[in-house]
């Protein structure tokens, strides 16, 4: 077997994926991208992702890019893990697919709009453009809070990769101010996912890389901005 490799950088949704590299219980490298050098938009990067965005994972011989996909592969991969529930028709198949696309592409960029409005209006317009980020994640917090009332987790008394996803999407905007007790469940299953040994080793992986980030001069926390 290949070496496995994991690019990622400190508190992005890399998080997601070592989460669940952590679940299948693979022997994997962290690479820590420097984001403060631009070193994801560099030609030696974008040879493994030409997007330029981490998380991009080295395994089997393949690099892959994007959680959604990432996790299926695991999931397929290591079936016995059951990263994701089984599924037994295509309209299943879909409805997984569609849960795990509402992280990637309903969540996420909500999350970058309430933690670095700063990046997409400039500084005079970040208040206004977090607060709309802010308004438009509380419609999808009470989504999953009502789901939540249902089992401890996403897919009920079964852990899953997306329990994962929707772990550092709470996360990170818990850590902007984002009113998160409004949604006592989620809270609570915010630290049920910090009780789990994965989510321990991969924050440990974070820390690590943090470390290294600090050593070179290269660790970035973007100022909060107030709504
Ligand atoms: N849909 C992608 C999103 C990847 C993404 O946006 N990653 C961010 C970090 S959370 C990134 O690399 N941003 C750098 C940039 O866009 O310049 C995925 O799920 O993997």
Same mark, same amino acid.
């Given at each position: 077997?290949?070496?496995?490799?994991?690019?990622?950088?400190?508190g992005?949704?890399?998080?997601?994926?070592?989460?669940?590299?952590?679940?299948?219980?693979?022997?994997?490298?962290?690479?820590?991208?420097?984001?403060?050098?631009?070193?994801?938009?560099s030609?030696?990067?974008?040879?493994k992702?030409?997007?330029?965005k981490?998380?991009?994972?080295?395994?089997?011989?393949?690099?892959?890019?994007?959680?959604?996909?990432?996790?299926?592969?695991?999931?397929?991969? &290591?079936?016995? @893990?059951?990263?994701?529930? @089984?599924?037994?028709?295509?309209?299943?198949?879909?409805?997984?697919?569609?849960?795990?696309? &509402?992280?990637?592409?309903?969540?996420?960029?909500?999350?970058?709009?309430?933690?670095?409005?700063?990046?997409?209006?400039?500084?005079?317009?970040?208040?206004?453009? @977090? @607060?709309?980020?802010?308004?438009?994640?509380?419609?999808? &917090?009470?989504?999953?809070?009502?789901r939540?009332?249902e089992?401890?987790?996403? $897919?009920?008394?079964?852990?899953?990769?997306?329990?994962?996803?929707l $772990?550092?999407?709470?996360?990170?905007?818990?850590?902007?101010?984002?009113?998160v007790?409004?949604?006592?469940?989620?809270?609570?299953?915010?630290?049920r996912?910090?009780?789990?040994?994965?989510?321990?080793?991969?924050?440990?992986?974070?820390?690590?890389?943090?470390?290294?980030?600090?050593?070179?001069?290269l660790?970035?926390?973007?100022?909060?901005?107030s709504?």
């Open positions: 077997m290949t070496e496995t490799i994991l690019y990622s950088a400190p992005t949704c890399g998080r997601v994926s070592a989460i669940v590299l952590e679940e299948a219980g693979l022997t994997f490298e962290t690479r820590v991208i420097r984001f403060l050098k631009g070193e994801h938009k030609p030696a990067f974008k040879e992702n030409p997007k330029g981490v998380p991009a994972l080295e395994i089997d011989g393949a690099v892959l890019t994007e959680n959604v996909a990432i996790i299926r592969y695991l999931a397929a991969r &290591f079936p016995e @893990k059951a990263l994701l529930p @089984k599924t037994s028709t295509l309209a299943e198949d879909a409805e997984i697919t569609a849960d795990l696309c &509402f992280c990637s592409a309903t969540l996420h960029p909500l999350v970058t709009r309430i933690r670095i409005p700063q990046f997409f209006a400039g500084p005079e317009n970040a208040s206004v453009v @977090k @607060k709309m980020g802010c308004d438009a994640m509380r419609e999808y &917090f009470q989504l999953v809070e009502d939540l009332a089992g401890p987790w996403w $897919y009920g008394d079964a852990w899953s990769a997306m329990d994962a996803y $772990y550092w999407v709470f996360w990170r905007v818990e850590g902007a101010d984002f009113p007790k409004d949604y006592p469940r989620f809270c609570d299953h915010a630290r996912m910090e009780q789990r040994p994965s989510v321990q080793r991969a924050l440990e992986r974070e820390d690590r890389m943090t470390a290294q980030l600090e050593s070179e001069g660790a970035f926390t973007p100022p909060r901005v709504t």
